[in-house]
């Protein structure tokens, strides 16, 4: 598979909370925060787990808790991927990729460092 990340990620899974975006309620998804386990972060995007397929296009507010920070970074994001991930102790688990598209500079900066390479 084709490398399509611009940013060196940080791999390695923690917590995280996700709000959608909807403009009207949707039946089949939270309406307020949920927690998700981050699979990999980078200073342009995050991945993560999730218990069923989220639309391309969908837009997020994201409440990332980094290990060594006290406060969570608030963002908003955009998802641009999702693939059905079938493992033994998983049957029916999503890895769901989101974009950013606001990021505080700082926390970006913070990413980027924590990740050891600039992109």
Known sequence: MKERRKCK??????????????????????????????????????????????????NVKLRIMFPFLKKPMHCTGKIVRNEQVNTYRYPSIYRIAAEFEKIKQKDKELIKKTAGKLC
Not at 27 to 47: E, F, K, S
């Open 9 to 58: 990620r940080i791999v390695k899974s923690f917590l995280s909370w996700l709000m959608f975006m909807w403009k009207r309620k949707h039946p089949d998804y939270p309406n307020g925060w949920d927690m998700v386990t981050v699979r990999d972060l980078g200073a342009g995007g995050i991945l993560f787990n999730y218990e069923q397929p989220v639309a391309i296009g969908t």
